[in-house]
């Protein structure tokens, strides 16, 4: 079944300890629809500048992914400069335009009216709540957001989580949303806020999944789950890590939608956990989407079954 | 097969976000020969004071831990205080009486000559190569260090390193060692400097198993271990997690020698971190060996399977 993510098209000026890279393509729909397109069809709605030229388009429909919801308006598109020199481990933004993206105003198309899987990737909460409430049929809603949202909107915020299947942040997002440092209560603390489930990435550590009563079962000891991370000798460029995981993790659950009608089974969400892994560490092995690229679906098996074989008995 | 362990066998003095507890029983060797007792025979070499009474004594031999190798000598044994109100994650020492420890010249029983598995638990790298050299038929050597012995007596731990079969550290530790931050890196480092097989603790985010190329084979990626933390909400005391994860690891490994004569396997290898998350969980959940004393095989197998429940596909 299609999914359709709703996020920043956008570019990045970067550095890192492996060099720099001016106004490469990025983005978090951008990353994330790259991913998910090895599992799915893939629907995006954006806004871009006039800067966005059709070279960049066809990053995204050469893999097959729809881009008739990316709007092209005056103006020049979103752009973030940020830097990896300090830490690989936390981006120091030192310049944020974002130019066309301030004013977006999410349209759905009428093509992608019958969407069943929505990702509301890191947006305005506001935007996020109006995109849900637009595709009242969708099956299942995935979601993304950021400290800057929890901070200072969190009202609008925590409206959004209540609608949400499945909330997807990294384990400071999650810190904060909850306000307790252990991980097991910061799960809890962020589950109470209402999404069904939740999915932590620890960054090198992997990622963990946890889940309301409402998902599984009420035996919250025994409704979690560890995917480890692929071990990873060189980060060459960290952005679109987080993206590129939802997108691998969320495009695989669709993937499998025919046979679960957009329920979520234990099964299909262990495997989406670790496919999201094996995206997020693909994704950070290049600038920008430059692995993402040239990757295939053969390769992002491999990695599964490397993953699997080096944390099972 | 049995186990002997070198280590400290102490007192500690303790606060933590969950209350204070004066002179409770501690140590290296301690926790770890509990630990491991569940598993096998174990024979502790170590040396304490007049302080050391019948009922501390009481605490190993009622879990079946031959203490003929612990030498009483005049004076106190030593005594560690410690704080981890700042944080759970790491100790703050707020005094190190070394006391009788401080001459501790390891004496090993004749009762003991035959011992197949030998762990060398954190103490100067000296007596660490004294003692190994005293069992020249062990069939396996593992040991554990901390940052004092790297920083400061390097030459020493290098000629150690390189008659382990499996060093067991911290990624803090890995670090130091090795001088890299990645963790991948770090652990190809510390492998470079001679140890067999590398078991790194990353705390919550659990552990990691990286073997050299004389192992298991020559293909770094493939052959690597990741086991998870059991999920932990509340952390009463921390200190000693990780010689009762080493005891559970290495003990498991040694109930399994009969079988394997004393070569490792990598399915005994990936169950051991597995029995070894189970051991360093349960030791945080009361103060000092509180915990350990009164567990089960039936409740640590329980905490296995549960393991691997939230791990596998």
Same mark, same amino acid.
Not at 68 to 83: A, D, N, Y
Not at 241 to 256: L, M, N, P, T
């Given at each position: 079944?299609?999914?359709? $993510?709703?996020g920043s098209v956008a570019f990045d000026?970067?550095? &890192?300890?492996?060099?720099?890279?001016?106004r490469?393509l990025g983005g978090a729909a951008t990353?994330?629809?790259?991913?998910?397109?090895?599992?799915?069809?893939?629907?995006? $709605?954006g806004v871009v500048g006039?800067d966005f030229?059709?070279? %960049?388009?066809?990053?995204?429909?050469?893999?097959?992914?729809?881009? &008739?919801?990316?709007?092209?308006v005056?103006g020049k598109s979103f752009h973030w400069t940020?830097?990896?020199?300090?830490?690989?481990?936390?981006?120091?933004?030192?310049a944020t335009d974002l130019n066309v993206f301030a004013d977006f105003?999410?349209?759905?198309?009428?093509?992608?009216?019958? &969407?069943?899987? *929505?990702?509301?990737?890191?947006i305005?909460?506001? +935007?996020?709540? /109006?995109? /849900?409430?637009?595709?009242?049929?969708?099956?299942?809603?995935?979601?993304?957001?950021?400290?800057?949202?929890?901070?200072?909107?969190?009202?609008?915020?925590?409206?959004?989580?209540?609608?949400?299947?499945?909330?997807?942040?990294?384990?400071?997002?999650?810190?904060?949303?909850?306000?307790?440092?252990?991980?097991? /209560?910061?799960?809890?603390?962020?589950?109470?806020?209402?999404?069904?489930?939740?999915?932590?990435?620890?960054?090198?550590?992997?990622?963990?999944?946890?889940?309301?009563?409402?998902?599984?079962?009420?035996?919250?000891?025994?409704?979690?789950?560890?995917?480890?991370?692929?071990?990873?000798?060189?980060?060459?460029?960290?952005?679109?890590?987080?993206?590129?995981?939802?997108?691998?993790?969320?495009?695989?659950?669709?993937?499998?939608?025919?046979?679960?009608?957009?329920?979520?089974?234990?099964?299909?969400?262990?495997?989406?956990?670790?496919?999201?892994?094996?995206?997020?560490? +693909?994704?950070?092995?290049?600038?920008?989407?430059?692995?993402?690229?040239?990757?295939?679906?053969?390769?992002?098996?491999?990695?599964?079954?490397?993953?699997?074989?080096?944390? %099972? *008995?």
């Amino acid at each position: 079944m299609s999914i359709l $993510v709703v996020g920043s098209v956008a570019f990045d000026t970067l550095e &890192t300890p492996s060099g720099k890279r001016e106004r490469v393509l990025g983005g978090a729909a951008t990353h994330f629809a790259l991913a998910a397109s090895f599992f799915t069809d893939v629907r995006v $709605v954006g806004v871009v500048g006039e800067d966005f030229l059709p070279e %960049h388009e066809a990053v995204l429909t050469s893999r097959g992914v729809d881009t &008739t919801g990316i709007e092209h308006v005056p103006g020049k598109s979103f752009h973030w400069t940020g830097s990896y020199v300090k830490s690989l481990d936390a981006a120091e933004t030192l310049a944020t335009d974002l130019n066309v993206f301030a004013d977006f105003e999410p349209k759905i198309p009428a093509s992608y009216r019958d &969407t069943d899987y *929505l990702f509301l990737a890191n947006i305005d909460p506001v +935007l996020q709540a /109006r995109v /849900r409430a637009e595709l009242p049929n969708a099956k299942l809603v995935a979601g993304d957001t950021m400290n800057y949202w929890i901070a200072a909107h969190r009202d609008n915020l925590l409206k959004v989580l209540r609608e949400l299947d499945i909330l997807i942040i990294n384990d400071n997002e999650a810190r904060m949303l909850s306000g307790e440092t252990n991980n097991i /209560r910061a799960a809890k603390g962020v589950l109470a806020l209402g999404p069904k489930s939740l999915v932590v990435k620890y960054a090198e550590h992997g990622s963990a999944a946890y889940f309301s009563p409402h998902s599984f079962g009420d035996n919250f000891e025994r409704n979690q789950f560890r995917a480890p991370a692929t071990p990873q000798e060189e980060v060459v460029d960290p952005t679109g890590a987080g993206d590129s995981f939802a997108g691998g993790f969320y495009g695989y659950i669709a993937s499998r939608g025919a046979e679960t009608g957009g329920k979520l089974t234990p099964e299909v969400f262990r495997k989406a956990m670790f496919y999201g892994c094996v995206l997020g560490s +693909l994704s950070v092995e290049a600038f920008g989407t430059d692995r993402l690229q040239r990757t295939t679906r053969a390769e992002i098996d491999q990695r599964f079954e490397h993953l699997k074989e080096i944390s %099972h *008995l």
